[in-house]
């Protein structure tokens, strides 16, 4: 088993360009989430998935959107960067909320 | 303020010392996580308590739910334990997360 994947690893986007980040699991999990991690201020939760076809929104939400059409993928959108977006960010899941099981990061650079 | 603080933020320690880091929060919760994220950036779930105490070989979590506090102890210290540690509350009736800002501890041999 894979676990979590992210893709890409790195990225650099300048003002205003969009991208998608593509997290995906191979343990059959309900539950996923996207986090960023900034210095000094640990993980906050963007949005959340419990299951195919439903999302959630989480502590900073603002300028992200997600799309969960298959189990297995949580897709995270940004559609027009802002160098405030320039984080590392991380995507997990788990089984009802219990373990998550966190995904390598994507370290993102907004210019 | 944080509705999940650590203490310390940064812990050194000597190899074999008993370690205790701190997590207390400040509304109702359904679970307690502790995480570890290595020096290279991945990040590893160790427990999630939602009352008690639990064990993993040298590492014990124990949570108080009547005084919203939670430790993470680990017993005889090792280099590799060289880690940020951080707790995070899953809150009552809906899946959201926070986080505390993590404690960085470092084991010297």
Known sequence: ?111 | KNEVEQSPQNLTAQEGEFITINCSYSVGISALHWLQQHPGGGIVSLFMLSSGKKKHGRLIATINIQEKHSSLHITASHPRDSAVYICAVRFNNNNDMRFGAGTRLTVKP
């Open chain 1, 1 to 111: 088993n894979a676990g979590v994947t992210q893709t890409p690893k790195f990225r650099v986007l300048k003002t205003g360009q969009s991208m998608t980040l593509l997290c995906a699991q191979d343990m059959n999990h309900e539950y996923m989430y996207w986090y960023r991690q900034d210095p000094g201020m640990g993980l906050r939760l963007i949005h959340y998935s419990v299951g195919e076809g439903t999302t959630a929104k989480g502590e900073v939400p603002d300028g992200y959107n997600v799309s969960r059409l298959k189990k297995q993928n949580f897709l995270l959108g940004l559609e027009s960067a802002a160098p405030s977006q320039t984080s590392v960010y991380f995507c997990a899941s788990s089984l009802q909320g219990v373990t998550q099981y966190f995904g390598p990061g994507t370290r993102l650079t907004v210019l």
